[in-house]
């Protein structure tokens, strides 16, 4: 089955302590992203790869890290949670990066992280 | 940046009521997406649609790209239909990242 998975689903933390959130496709999409959800303020981007090795910004990145060394794995580290940092994670992967075509440009979303920093 | 406005932001519906939910954005886009976000947080894909129409089961949706706006139809609405539904738009671009509207939560009452 197509899809996009991310471990753990949910997690309590404290201050200061570091984590990392795994996120994982199969179908060998170039392009992958992480979003937070908060309350009245929407799905927002954090990071985003458009291939291996290559990762930029997206609009909140302070306070996180991420990696790509394989094309199917994209994790969000965050170095050391503080309590602004909890919220509703989202990995998300599409295939390509151009055209109009579904099935470049339909992005397809994990099943969420619920994250806790106390 | 673009603009994606969603309306209402609320619907209430009695079970077997039809709705439609409105989308509009500011600026061409090449991709436009509807979601809807179950009541466990996940975000399922309902439709791909730049432009035209499509149909799954009782759900249609159709954007009318040139006007810039989408809209989500619910026909024989159910119970497990509730949550939120999230139009989010992208423009061209290789970089671009999907924008979402603030969403409409939709409660469907039995």
């Known amino acids: 089955e197509a899809q996009v998975t991310q471990n753990p689903r949910y997690l309590i933390t404290v201050t200061g302590k570091k984590l990392t959130v795994t996120c994982s496709q199969n179908m060998n999409h170039e392009y992958m992203s992480w979003y937070r959800q908060d309350p009245g303020l929407g799905l927002r981007q954090i990071y985003y790869?458009?291939?291996?090795?290559?990762?930029d910004k997206g609009d909140v990145p302070e306070g996180y890290k991420v990696s790509r060394k394989e094309k199917r794995n994209f994790p969000l580290i965050l170095e050391s949670p503080s309590p602004n940092q909890t919220s509703l994670y989202f990995c998300a992967s599409r295939a390509g990066t151009s055209g109009r075509w579904s099935s470049y440009n339909e992005q397809f979303f994990g099943p969420g992280t619920r994250l806790t920093v106390l | 940046g673009i603009q994606v406005e969603q309306s209402p932001p609320d619907l209430i519906l009695q079970e077997g009521a039809n709705s439609t939910l409105r989308c509009n954005f500011s600026d061409s886009v090449n991709n436009l997406q509807w979601f809807h976000q179950n009541p466990w947080g996940q975000l399922i894909n309902l439709f791909y649609i730049p432009s035209g129409t499509k149909q799954n089961g009782r759900l249609s949706a159709t954007t009318v790209a040139t006007e810039r706006y989408s809209l989500l139809y619910i026909s024989s609405s159910q119970t497990t239909d509730s949550g939120v539904y999230f139009c989010?738009?992208?423009?061209?671009?290789?970089?671009?990242?999907?924008?979402f509207g603030k969403g409409t939560k939709l409660s469907v009452k039995p």
């Open positions: 989010a738009v992208r423009k061209g671009g290789s970089q671009g990242n999907l924008i």
């Open positions: 790869s458009m291939n291996v090795e290559v990762t």
